[in-house]
């Protein structure tokens, strides 16, 4: 009947979303304009008789011309022609999301983990690379690497295509695109330190999944260079290039910034450490190392083991800062994150990647966490820093330019607070980790909406930190690589069911109050239906597993319990008790 494609059109000027001028009018003014506030509005004029009811179906679509529009619009004004397009909508998103499927006391990590993580890696980060905050649609060469991680349980073919695209805008000298456009192929080259990196990183979580080691061998191209080298080779060179970006003191340069953005002037000179960038690329090297011996590819990985103790003992000699890692040093050599900061006097990241990395011995592990928790650990999750800056520093970057406790700047940067969940699931620590997640579970969070301010359904970018006043307001949602950690983290972490080169290993870590739990998962083809069972109420620790009733043996105390790679398409139960 009418519409409007106007905000103030709609809304009329100085009005009220609660009263809309076209509500209290009840008529649009079928405005529109380019140079508008766009907004969709559609006015209907109904008339039911008692106890009548009628459906109205709107369609909204894009096509390439006139004549495709009008073809769309006639098949979805067909009798079911709406409600069979939905239900194979359904149909397919059942497919992608029911391959791991958990059941634990919490609904809401269940509705989570089995749906919302899912869809919102999946639809916004790897199809979409959009929304409200940004818009670009651009593949980032860390960003999507790591939201692929979602296929891993689910499809991890698509995981292994994501890697082949990725493998494909690295250079020959073993850098990488920061980000490009796909047609186009045109991106940003630059020294970001930790961007190249996350392609072996993945591998590993690949070949872990699927035990698909003819993988490394395939040919992939380099950006500048026609020639294509093995997958390996890519992964060689990454690492190479990495470790030749280091300083006189053995510890990895910053360079354009890591993984934290924000730290954007640290290191432009090529001069400035990263204290993150030692934690994981020591991880890395030890991972490859490993990889190696089990590939057959000893010989061009041979450097792996020894660059990881120099890399290890630079960081704890150098890095430690008394009580915790320090997080990173300008180029003029002035320290970030150190207890001699007036700002900024600790950092998130260089305490739990000390854990996940392995870089920390266990005294120093534990330190740094207390740590995290002392200072970083709040009421709606462990913040990135603390204090937050309160001025700008042009020597470190464009974090310290938001107001304290926006985004970057102290606040809860959600994609950090789930490495600060596996830090503290490594340590044993299942009601601290179920306690931190808890404290940022949008779901929970959701439940105080004029606090939290935005969808309950989906993971943030941030959440804004004690020193805002807005402290624990949700922001930059959809658009953040935290849905595809935080779904591995729920996973691998706390439910503890981790994919291995050898198979499913086990290792719970949950709050004592739970009875117990169910997952089941596909992993290599084959269906495991696993039930753990917590009758003592511990946080972590396997007494006996039974597999379709017979009981799994481990050789050694200290054996981890690995469940067998079974034949594909057999499906098989497992009864798992703590204790």
Same mark, same amino acid.
């Given at each position: ?35 508008g506030?766009g907004?969709a ?38 009798a ?17 999301i ?8 919490d609904?809401?990590f ?14 916004? &980060? ?29 499809? +991890? ?18 850098s990488?695109?920061?980000?490009w ?16 990196l996350?392609? +072996? ?38 690492m ?12 990895p ?25 030692g ?16 590939s ?59 854990v ?50 926006r ?7 959600t ?5 600060a ?10 009601d601290?980790a179920y ?19 935005v ?5 943030p ?26 779904f ?15 198979g ?13 739990f ?8 084959a ?8 009758? &003592? ?5 396997v007494a ?11 050789t050694?105390a ?22």
């Open positions: 009947h009418s519409f409007d494609g106007d905000k103030e059109s709609f809304v009329g000027s100085y009005g009220d979303w609660s009263l809309p001028r076209a509500v209290k009018d009840g008529q649009c003014q079928n405005h529109q304009g380019k140079w506030d907004i509005s559609l006015q209907l004029k109904i008339t039911l008789a008692a106890g009548a009811e009628t459906e109205i179906t709107f369609t909204l679509g894009a096509a390439g011309h006139r004549d495709q529009a009008e073809a769309l619009i006639k098949k979805y004004r067909s079911g022609s709406s409600h069979a397009e939905l239900t194979r909508v359904k149909e397919a998103w059942k497919k992608r029911d391959p791991l499927w958990v059941e634990t006391p609904p809401s269940d509705l989570l983990t089995n749906i919302w993580l899912k869809y919102q890696a999946i639809s916004c &980060r790897l199809w979409g690379r959009a929304a409200y905050y940004q818009q670009s649609g651009a593949y980032g060469f860390r960003d999507q690497l790591q939201d692929s991680q979602i296929f891993l349980p689910l499809h +991890p073919e698509r995981t292994a295509k994501q890697i082949r695209m990725h493998a494909a805008h690295q250079f020959k000298d073993g990488v695109y920061h980000w456009h796909p047609f186009t192929d045109t991106g940003l080259h630059n020294t970001v330190s930790d961007n190249l996350w392609l +072996p990183f993945l591998i590993a979580e690949y070949l872990k999944e699927t035990n698909h080691w003819d993988l490394l061998r395939e040919a992939i191209p380099f950006v500048d260079d026609p020639e294509s080298a093995p997958l390996w080779e890519h992964c060689r060179r990454a190479q290039r990495a470790l030749a970006w280091r300083s006189d003191r053995g510890l340069l910053i360079g354009a910034h890591d993984w934290n953005d924000g730290l954007n002037a640290v290191g432009t000179q090529m001069k400035g450490e990263s204290v993150w960038m934690h994981f690329l020591h991880k890395i090297l030890r991972e490859w190392d490993i990889i190696a011996e089990k057959g590819l000893t010989e061009p990985f041979s450097f792996c083991a020894a660059e990881a103790e120099k890399i290890k003992a630079a960081v704890n000699e150098h890095g430690w800062d008394g009580m915790w890692y320090w997080r990173a040093t300008k180029d003029n050599g002035e320290k970030i994150g150190s207890a001699s900061c007036e700002q900024g006097k600790i950092y998130l990241n260089a305490q739990t990647w000390s996940i990395g392995g870089t920390a011995p266990r005294d120093r592990a534990r330190t740094c966490m207390e740590q995290v928790e002392k200072y970083l650990d709040r009421e709606f999750g462990p913040i990135l820093f603390w204090p937050a800056y309160t001025s700008v520093d042009p020597d470190i970057g464009y974090l310290s330019r938001y107001a304290p406790g985004r970057e700047n102290g606040g809860l940067y994609h950090a607070g789930t490495w969940i596996q830090a503290e699931t490594l340590l044993g620590r299942g601290h306690a931190m997640y808890k404290r940022f579970n949008p779901i929970d969070r959701g439940k105080d909406p004029d606090l939290y301010q969808e309950p359904y989906v993971t970018g941030n959440v804004d930190g004690p020193d805002s006043p807005q402290y624990g307001r949700g922001g930059w949602t959809w658009y953040t690589g935290s849905a595809a950690w935080l591995h983290v729920s996973l691998n972490s706390i439910l503890g069911i981790q994919a291995t080169y050898e499913l290993r086990v290792a719970p870590c949950i709050p004592k109050n739970w009875p117990g169910k997952v089941t998962r596909r992993f290599r083809n269906i495991y239906h696993i039930q753990v069972q917590n009758p &003592r109420g511990v946080e972590s620790g006996a597993i039974f597999i379709d009733g017979v009981p799994l043996t481990r050694g200290d054996a981890e319990w690995i469940l067998p790679v079974f034949p594909a398409e057999s499906t098989h139960e497992v009864r798992v008790k703590m204790g």
